[in-house]
T-cell receptor, first 115, second 113 residues
Framework: AQSVTQLGSHVSVSEGALVLLRCNYS??????LFWYVQYPNQGLQLLLK??????LVKGINGFEAEFKKSETSFHLTKPSAHMSDAAEYFCAVSVGYGSGSRLTFGEGTQLTVNP | EAQVTQNPRYLITVTGKKLTVTCSQNMNHEYMSWYRQDPGLGLRQIYYSMNVEVTDKGDVPEGYKVSRKEKRNFPLILESPSPNQTSLYFC????????????FGSGTRLTVV
């Protein structure tokens, strides 16, 4: 079975600083990997996803993530934080044929951006 | 507009009173799923459906039922709600080929007293 671990339930950065949110996964077969963002009182929005091919994936709002198989990681980064990036971020994984129905989420990381 | 619509957005009910949360999508997606979100636990899958009349249990199915009679609708039924089902619920849908790129509804906040 697949699983996801997000390191750090709360991350705080200054506006303009690098954002780094950590995600490690466990899977016995090649995974599909996702980052979602949740703004207050809203549903989840897909930021980016890795399925196959290029391991550096670019998403919306200037975010990107790199799939590193050797480290079983899919960390999310953004070079310069903006106040509007404050939200909760979820890493997720699915594996295998038909697996898109079985998406497993991490526990989430709350990002705070300080002025 | 492509979307997943859940109703109601907020619901307060009493223990044991049957309720249904509706979910509808207008994108012709094959996959639909229900999740509950609880503080510190992230999102946990309750049930999912890979197509009409095809449903299966997720990680936390106890106390819930679902049906998929039409492709666009995937209601969540709580036959006898209990306080431990107080949570934020999300419906989501996706194309089978997306590998998990779900589109989420806005959520239903359920309180069982």
């Amino acid at each position: 079975a697949q699983s996801v671990t997000q390191l750090g339930s709360h991350v705080s950065v200054s506006e303009g600083a690098l954002v780094l949110l950590r995600c490690n996964y466990s899977s016995s077969v090649p995974p599909y990997l996702f980052w979602y963002v949740q703004y207050p009182n809203q549903g989840l929005q897909l930021l980016l996803k890795y399925t196959t091919g290029a391991t550096l994936v670019k998403g919306i709002n200037g975010f990107e993530a790199e799939f590193k198989k050797s480290e079983t990681s899919f960390h999310l980064t953004k070079p310069s934080a903006h106040m509007s990036d404050a939200a909760e971020y979820f890493c997720a994984v699915s594996v295998g044929y038909g697996s898109g129905s079985r998406l497993t989420f991490g526990e989430g990381t709350q990002l705070t951006v300080n002025p | 507009e492509a979307q997943v619509t859940q109703n109601p957005r907020y619901l307060i009910t009493v223990t044991g009173k049957k309720l249904t949360v509706t979910c509808s999508q207008n994108m012709n997606h094959e996959y639909m799923s229900w999740y509950r979100q609880d503080p510190g636990l992230g999102l946990r899958q309750i049930y999912y459906s890979m197509n009409v009349e095809v449903t299966d249990k997720g990680d936390v199915p106890e106390g819930y039922k679902v049906s998929r009679k039409e492709k666009r609708n995937f209601p969540l039924i709580l036959e006898s709600p209990s306080p431990n089902q107080t949570s934020l619920y999300f419906c989501a849908s996706s194309f089978a080929a997306s590998g998990g790129g779900y589109t989420f509804g806005s959520g239903t906040r359920l309180t069982v007293v």
